[in-house]
């Protein structure tokens, strides 16, 4: 029987602790050095992701870099998170999941309306909106994000699908801040894809400085 993943403790002063909700957004600035540690407390919990230069928001996410920098679609340990600067914006120092999305995007409205017929419904989009809206962000500034915990598999003839995802129970990611960042989470609340397991649960936001 696989036993749940177990998380060193943090090596330095915890700064910020946070249950987030089923379906809810979280924002916070993470400071150059520390570490920002994402948990799926339950298994199966997608968590949408962007991170903007905390100076200069005009810096940003950027997932094409990433991929090329990186040379694969799944985010894993040592993955450098980039900006379209060319500049590294996270180190992935940990991880025990492995599958971490980068291509499928944030679901919206509009997109849960076409695809699945229904309006309104709880969407990433409005979280990211919300998430920016104290740091003075809004809709243009939203970028193709990361999908932590999320399984996006694709085939050999291109073929990409929103599948069950692989994360368990207390799966966890650290990621370490090579610079000032605005980082900016949707716990995904789609309930029309296996993206949560049709089943939304909370997660854990912790942010400390290593000693």
């Known amino acids: 029987m696989n036993q ?23 924002s916070r600035v993470i400071r150059t050095g520390e570490v920002l ?24 996410y950027n997932a094409g ?14 993955t450098r998170i980039m900006s379209g600067l060319g500049r590294v914006m996270f180190t ?4 025990s999941c492995g599958f971490h ?29 919300e998430g920016l809206k104290p740091f003075g962000l809004g809709m243009r500034d939203i970028v193709a994000n990361i999908n932590f915990f999320m399984y996006v598999p694709v085939g050999a003839d291109g073929a990409m699908a929103i599948a069950d995802g692989k994360s368990k129970a207390g799966d966890y990611v ?3 801040a090579e610079m000032d960042v605005l980082a900016v989470v949707s716990n995904c ?20 400085r290593p000693n």
């Open 101 to 129: 999305d980068t291509i499928a995007g944030c679901c919206s409205g509009e997109s849960n309306r076409l695809r699945y017929g229904l309006w309104p419904t709880p969407n990433c989009r409005d979280n990211f909106l």
């Open 4 to 26: 749940p993943p177990n998380p060193s403790a943090p090596d330095g002063a915890i700064l910020h602790d946070e249950i987030v909700g089923p379906g809810k957004p979280w």
């Open 65 to 78: 870099d990433t991929m090329k920098v990186s040379g694969k679609l799944f985010l894993t340990k040592d």
């Open 37 to 60: 540690r994402l948990v799926d407390l339950e298994g199966t919990q997608a968590v949408d992701f962007l991170c903007y230069n905390a100076d200069n928001p005009v810096e940003r």
């Open 174 to 176: 650290d990621l370490r």
């Open 189 to 208: 609340p789609q309930m029309n894809n296996p993206a949560n397991g049709y089943n939304l649960t909370p997660i854990r936001a912790t942010v400390w």
């Open 92 to 95: 992935v120092i940990a991880d």
